[in-house]
C-alpha cells in the first residue's frame, strides 16, 4: 500500500473505513517528524501516513479567545497567526518550524513555562479525530464551557497516535501584555539544600515567576557551550522567568534580586533567553525523563547527579529531564528508575539506542494502567492498525 497524504479528514476518513474493511494495513502517524525515535518500536510493518496538508486554521473567533486549525500545521505557523491578535497557546515547544499541532498532542510537549501556565491539557477544549475503523468522532467544543461527556480530548493527549488520529484541535488562548517581554534572572549554589530554600522563598515571593529551572553543572557545562555563553561553574544553577509587560518585568527582576540578597546564593549574569534555547543543546545517545511529587525533585537530583547524569529540572512541576553519559548502560536507567519509585515518581525513556529497547520498558506504567490502555485501544483501534506497538505491546 502506497504512502498517503490525506487533504481533509473525510478523505482519511474513507481511507481508513476501506482498509479495516480490507487488508488492514498497520499505520505509522507523521506530523513534523520530529518525534518517530520517541515511544516502543512499531510492532508491525507499517506504511505512513502524512498530515502535512492539513495545516488550515479552521475557526479564529479572536474576541472569543479560542482557536480551531488542523493538526498538520506547524507550531510556528500557530504562533504567528495568534500573536498577529497579540494572543499566544503559552507551551515551549522544541523545534517550532517542524513541530504540528498534532505531534505535540500526540506526545504531550511541554516546556519550563508549564510551571506558570500548565500544560496542554489546560488550554485543548476540542477535537476531531479519525479512529482505527475509519470513524470520525468529535469531543469538547469550540467554547470554553462545552465540557459535557466524556472527555476524550484529554484521553488522546500522550496517546502517541495509537488510539486515533487527530485531525483538527481547538485551543483556548491567551492574550498577551504589550509590549509583551520577558527575563531570566539566575543563582548558583554550592548545595541543594540552598537551593531549596531558595525554591519554598519563591512560594511567599512578591514575584510571579512562570518557570522554575534547576540544572547541575554538568548540564550548565553543555548549555554554555552549545550557546557560546558564559560557563557558571557552580555546582547547581536555578534559573527563573518573569515575563509580562516591560515595566513589570523590570519591577519584578529587582524585587527577585533584593529577595536573593537574603539567600546563601551567589546571584549571577542573567541568562539572555533559557526558554528558546532546547534541552537538551545537543541531540544525545539517551535521554530519560522523570516525573515525580515536586517535593521529590531534589532528592532525586542529588542522586542523579551522583551517576554523572546531566540534569535539568522544571522544579516546581518535579519533571527532571536526564541526559545520560555516553558510555552508561540499560542497568543506570533500572538505577534511576528504581530511585524515581521509591520517590513516588515514573520514568519514561525518551530516547535510547534501539537495542535497549530490547531490555528496557520505556514507559514505566502499572500492570492495571496496561490492562485499562489496552482495554481502550481495543475500542477505538481493534484491529491495532494505528502506530502499533508504539505505546506498549
Known amino acids: 500500500m502506497p504512502e498517503f497524504t490525506p487533504s481533509t479528514t473525510q478523505e482519511l476518513s474513507e481511507f481508513l473505513q476501506a482498509n479495516a474493511a480490507g487488508e488492514r494495513q498497520a499505520f505509522q502517524i507523521v506530523g513534523g517528524g520530529t518525534a518517530l525515535e520517541y515511544g516502543c518500536p512499531l510492532s508491525k510493518p507499517v506504511t505512513n501516513i502524512f498530515l502535512k496538508k492539513l495545516n488550515r486554521v479552521i475557526d479564529y473567533p479572536t474576541r472569543d479567545m479560542t482557536i480551531t486549525v488542523e493538526a498538520g500545521m506547524t507550531i510556528a505557523e500557530l504562533t504567528k497567526t495568534l500573536r498577529a491578535e497579540i494572543q499566544e497557546l503559552p507551551i515551549d ?21 508549564r510551571f506558570g501556565h500548565g500544560t496542554l491539557r489546560d488550554f485543548l477544549i ?10 470520525t468522532f468529535h469531543a469538547g467544543g469550540r467554547v470554553v464551557k462545552n465540557v459535557a461527556g466524556y472527555d476524550l480530548c484529554k484521553l488522546l493527549i500522550g496517546s502517541f497516535g495509537t488510539l486515533a488520529v487527530i485531525t ?8 498577551m501584555p504589550v509590549p509583551m517581554a520577558d527575563a531570566w534572572e539566575l543563582i548558583g549554589f554550592d548545595d541543594l539544600s540552598q537551593c531549596d530554600a531558595a525554591i519554598a522563598n519563591l512560594s511567599s515571593s512578591a514575584c510571579r515567576p512562570v ?14 557551550e552549545a550557546n557560546e555563553e558564559p560557563f557558571h561553574s557552580t555546582p547547581w544553577g536555578m534559573a527563573v522567568m518573569i515575563e509580562g509587560s516591560e515595566a513589570d518585568v523590570h519591577w519584578q527582576c529587582r524585587q527577585l534580586q533584593s529577595e536573593w540578597e537574603n539567600l546563601d546564593g551567589r546571584v549571577l549574569h542573567p541568562l539572555r533567553d533559557y526558554r528558546r534555547k532546547t534541552w537538551p543543546p ?6 530519560v525523563r522523570v516525573t515525580l511529587p515536586p517535593s521529590k525533585c531534589l532528592n532525586f537530583l542529588e542522586v542523579a547527579d551522583a551517576m554523572d547524569v546531566a540534569l535539568s529540572a522544571h522544579a516546581g512541576d518535579g519533571v527532571v529531564i536526564g541526559v545520560l553519559p555516553n558510555d ?3 542497568s543506570l536507567v533500572q538505577q534511576l528508575r528504581e530511585k524515581a519509585h ?13 537495542e535497549w529497547k530490547k531490555e528496557l520498558s520505556v514507559f514505566d506504567q502499572s500492570e492495571s494502567t496496561l490492562r485499562l490502555m489496552r482495554e481502550i485501544k481495543s475500542k477505538l483501534d481493534p484491529y491495532d492498525v494505528l502506530n502499533p506497538g508504539r505505546l506498549f505491546s
Open 211 to 224: 518557570a522554575v529551572e534547576v540544572v547541575n553543572q554538568k548540564a550548565a557545562r553543555m548549555m554554555a
Open 282 to 287: 545537543v541531540k544525545p545517545q539517551s535521554t
Open 342 to 354: 521509591e520517590l513516588g515518581g515514573r520514568l519514561t525513556v525518551e530516547l535510547c539506542p534501539s
Open 328 to 330: 552508561s548502560a540499560p
Open 168 to 175: 483538527e484541535a481547538t485551543f483556548k488562548v491567551q492574550s
Open 93 to 113: 515547544v522544541p523545534d517550532p518550524k517542524s513541530a504540528t499541532v498534532g505531534g505535540i498532542l500526540a506526545c504531550d510537549v511541554s516546556g519550563p513555562r
Open 126 to 135: 476540542g477535537v476531531t479525530a479519525v479512529d482505527g475503523l475509519g470513524r
